[in-house]
């Protein structure tokens, strides 16, 4: 029987309301993402859209736990890291390094900050978990100053390819996947740049950044539903297939067989004025 906080799929639409070690363990995951080499990728792509020159003041919305904001911070901008959960801004601001960073908790949907306060503002692999993404959108516009900068990132989540593995197993863990309702926007990446562009934004660019990983053990949390240590209360596989799912998973990478690719977005736009 799993108690009662861990019943429901853990959701980063909801980290607060988790119990304290599924919350540390999602808060862990994001460390451990912001580490991945393909998420590193995706940032690179990202990092050009906001110029963190001095002087300059960003938004990072949805910061978990804070890695972007300090290193736009270490690159001389002044930042506001804000996120929805109370417990991952006391992780974000627990690893404060120095840099112009100011840790608050807050709403996309809801900014607490007057018209045109930033000059570019940044939200990354939130708007997915979020029912109302476009009213984020519309938010982060509303706070960005006209001819401001704002970077989108996010999953596509439909994008997923694997090789190497049964295809019946592949199946039910995507159905198993598609039938949580979590995220609520399975495939958030690739409408991001229809929805900057109808939130009136100019020069809207979207790039597609495709991350593959040719070994179980080069996935990390990015595709947390292949990896064995993410424990089973946190629901991503059927418990009926756990087992076998993850000896197909480990057969793979034993005989140099395993591919899985993904699909992440960064669109990108100017605010109109
Ligand atoms: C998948 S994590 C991504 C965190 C970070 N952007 C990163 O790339 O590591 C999603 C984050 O969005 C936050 N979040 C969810 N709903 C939010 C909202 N309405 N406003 C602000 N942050 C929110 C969660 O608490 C969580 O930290």
């Not at 300059?56 to 890291?81: F, N, Q, T, Y």
């Not at 109302?132 to 704002?150: C, F």
């Amino acid at each position: 029987m799993i108690p009662e906080p861990l019943a429901r799929t853990p959701s980063f639409s909801r980290l607060d309301d988790l119990s304290a070690p599924m919350a540390s363990l999602l808060i862990g995951a994001l460390e451990s993402m912001a580490a991945n080499p393909e998420i590193q990728r995706v940032r690179r792509v990202a990092w050009d859209a906001l110029s963190p020159a001095p002087g300059r003041h960003l938004l990072d919305a949805g910061c978990g736990a804070g890695e972007v904001a300090r290193e736009l911070a270490a690159a001389g901008a002044d930042v506001v890291a804000l996120d929805y959960s109370a417990a991952t801004v006391a992780a974000a601001a627990d690893r404060h390094d120095g840099g112009t960073v100011r840790y608050l908790t807050g709403d996309v949907t809801r900014l607490d900050f007057p018209d045109a306060t930033f000059d570019g503002v940044r939200c990354e692999r939130v708007l997915q978990h979020l029912a109302e993404p476009d009213r984020a959108i519309a938010e982060l516009a509303r706070v960005t100053r006209p001819g401001g900068r704002m970077c989108l990132v996010d999953t596509d989540w439909e994008s997923l390819a694997v090789d190497g593995l049964p295809a019946d197993l592949m199946d039910a863990v995507r159905a198993h996947f598609a039938n949580q309702g979590q995220p609520h926007h399975t495939g958030m990446g690739r409408t991001l740049r229809r929805r900057l562009v109808r939130a009136g934004l100019r020069d809207v660019t979207a790039i597609p950044v495709v991350c593959y990983f040719t070994h179980p053990s080069q996935i990390g949390f990015v595709l947390p539903m292949f990896n064995a240590a993410v424990p089973p209360e946190a629901g991503l596989v059927p418990e009926s297939i756990r087992d076998t799912w993850f000896a197909a998973i480990e057969n793979a990478g034993v005989r140099d067989e395993f591919l899985a690719v993904l699909t992440i977005w960064v669109a990108r736009g100017t605010v109109g004025s």
